[in-house]
């Protein structure tokens, strides 16, 4: 087998392996791939996202082709068979028939001769009518739509209500498309210009942004990764919608800022860049996991104006700040074509803990503006409960707190109640969901 075939072999086997991690404990856990090289553990975040994007309508095509049924099958079969038929009909690079093979090998080698056998039967069927395929026909208007576009029926009846069902359709289509990826200079390492002439002397292409300064989006962020220029600091990858907090709380070079959930540091990162690393970003989280990413990031970025300070931001006492972040914990709807396993972590009940959470974080925040500071709070959900709704009971508990325009920090398009907020969709701005306010102290 040539080096390629084998790195792939290894990455669908290795991708299979987390799929059932996930299916048993809820959790992704992509460590088992570091034993590949960086190209293989680029196909592995690839598959296992993919097949988490398409799982329910996989699992349609599997029991439409397969006698015994997916309830009744193995965990390792389930996604050996998820990841072939995701191969076949979604992949144009690869033939069926090396999608097949490779799924009958690996179903042998995991599970018998007569599990490789059943696997080469299903995924024979399905090819005999690949241009043909079956379409969910469910009465059910809600499982039909779930089944077709591979979301849970909760998300479903909930954005079908708010949205109406066409718009629904589309951002639920553009969750399921590759996500889009933005990489912004760090001018603490290099300048905005510099790295443009860098981009370009290596022939990446790019597409500056007029929304932000310093924002670039690009077709992958592997060219940035094997060149080192991550580790080198001179970019970060950080979609052009999480930039907007950090440019809403406008932090000034000198100034006491807090970064109340921080970890792992994006938008801290982006902060002592914008302050020139001139003045003090306190940058908390409750994980020491996370925030030793953080420091790291810190060092390599030269954002020397950054602490580090692990806390329960619910439990902490400090002296008053010029400007607060509260980048909240949340459900992570508006991120679902990047995280596509979110889809299936979260419930109504999950929703239900966080808006109480942020509640609670937005509390002790609120303790640690001073008089005529500024607070901003966002999140990367699109539900309103944990965004405007959230901020207008903070506002009813909180009467020395106002809302400020957001007017001048985003562009127009995004901005949502008359000005007070924005709110970033997937289907229409080709970014993730991101939602973000400015309050001021007032007394
Ligand atoms: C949305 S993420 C933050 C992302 C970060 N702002 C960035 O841009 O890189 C939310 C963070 O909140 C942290 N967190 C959750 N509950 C917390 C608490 N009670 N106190 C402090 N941090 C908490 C989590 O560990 C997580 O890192």
């Known amino acids: ?53 398409r799982r329910t309508y996989l699992d349609f095509l599997i029991d439409e082709f397969s006698n015994v049924k997916i309830k009744e099958m193995k965990p390792s079969l389930k996604n050996i068979l998820r990841l072939g038929i995701y191969d076949m009909v979604f992949m144009d690079s690869t033939p069926d028939y090396a999608a097949i093979n490779e799924s009958v090998e690996l179903a042998k080698l995991k599970l018998g001769s007569r599990t490789g056998d059943l696997t080469n039967a299903i995924l024979r069927n399905l090819q005999r009518d690949i241009d043909n395929l079956p379409k969910p026909s469910y009465e059910d208007r809600t499982k039909l739509v779930a089944t077709t576009f591979s979301h849970p029926e909760w998300l479903v009846e909930r954005w079908t209500k708010r949205f109406g069902e066409r718009e629904a359709f589309k951002l639920m289509q553009a969750n399921n498309k590759r996500p ?21 002397k290596h022939d990446i292409d790019f597409t500056e942004s ?8 690009v077709d992958s962020v592997a060219p940035f990764i094997s060149k080192g220029w991550l580790d080198k600091g001179f970019c970060q990858v950080q979609d052009i919608a999480a930039g907007f907090a950090p440019f809403l709380l406008d932090p000034q070079p000198g100034e006491e800022i807090y970064d109340l959930c921080a970890a792992p ?136 707190f106002e809302l400020q325009t957001v007017e001048g920090y985003v562009p127009e398009e995004v901005m949502v109640d008359g000005g007070f907020g924005y709110q970033t969709f997937p289907h229409k701005h080709n970014c993730d969901g991101h939602f973000g306010v400015l309050l001021k102290r007032t007394s």
């Open 1 to 53: 087998m040539d080096i390629a075939l084998e790195t792939e072999a290894s990455a669908r086997s290795v991708s299979v392996e987390i799929l059932i991690n996930f299916d048993k404990n809820n959790v992704l856990d992509y460590s088992t791939a570091d034993q590949l090289d960086s190209r293989g553990r680029a196909e592995v975040r690839e598959y296992v996202q993919n097949i988490l994007r």
């Open 180 to 200: 889009v990826y933005y990489v912004r200079a760090n001018n603490l390492r290099t300048k905005t210009e510099n790295f443009k002439l860098r981009m370009t």
């Open 210 to 217: 007029d929304w932000l300064p310093g924002y670039f989006q």
């Open 265 to 400: 540091g994006t938008k801290s990162i982006l902060m002592a860049d914008r302050m020139n690393a001139e003045g003090s970003i306190l940058a908390v989280d409750i994980s020491s996991e996370r925030l030793d990413k953080l420091a790291s990031s810190a060092l390599t970025y030269h954002a020397e104006n950054i602490r580090v300070r692990r806390a329960d931001v619910t439990e902490l006492e400090l002296d008053e700040a010029d400007g607060v972040l509260l980048d909240a914990p949340c459900t992570g709807t508006g991120v679902l074509s990047k995280r596509a396993d979110l889809r299936w972590r979260r419930d109504e009940e999950g929703l239900k803990n966080a808006v109480e959470q942020q509640a609670r974080l937005l509390d002790s925040a609120a303790k640690m503006v001073k008089k005529g500071g500024r607070l901003v709070y966002s999140t990367c959900s699109l539900e309103e409960e944990e965004n405007m709704d959230q901020i207008m009971n903070f506002l009813d508990r909180h009467e020395n």
